[in-house]
């Protein structure tokens, strides 16, 4: 399994922008396809963005399309999202994880999870 560790939260104001990392340990980090996930308080986990094992492909969820880009950088075993046009309904703890599952229109969730990083938008 990778192991996975995100930085980059914060508080902004809204219409701000934010750069997401995670870091990940293992040498098979590049076989992986990747998610960006996030929770928000009283809320269930929901799916942001993914990205294909070699960056070509990437998926969003509606409510972030035309924000948010994910990408990667293999050599550095780190997946990025950049964040821009933040909203207060983006707040949230945002998580990356290694997929189980990555087609064009859905992205399953694997087993490995950092703990998040936290970012808050205010209004």
């Known amino acids: 399994q990778v192991q996975l560790v995100e930085s980059g939260g914060g508080l902004v104001q809204a219409g701000g922008s934010l750069r997401l990392s995670c870091a990940a340990s293992g040498r098979t980090f590049s076989m992986y396809n990747m998610g960006w996930f996030r929770q928000a308080p009283g809320k269930e986990r929901e799916f942001v963005a993914a990205?294909?094992?070699?960056?070509?492909?990437?998926n969003y969820a509606d409510s972030v399309k035309g924000r948010f880009t994910i990408s990667r950088d293999n050599a550095k075993n780190t997946v990025y999202l950049q964040m821009n046009s933040l909203k207060p309904e983006d707040t949230g703890v945002y998580f990356c994880?290694?997929?189980?599952?990555?087609?064009?229109?859905?992205?399953?969730?694997?087993?490995?999870w950092g703990r998040g990083t936290q970012v808050t938008v205010a209004s």
């Open positions: 990205i294909s094992t070699s960056g070509i492909s990437t």
């Open positions: 994880n290694g997929l189980a599952r990555y087609t064009p229109t859905q992205s399953t969730p694997g087993t490995s």
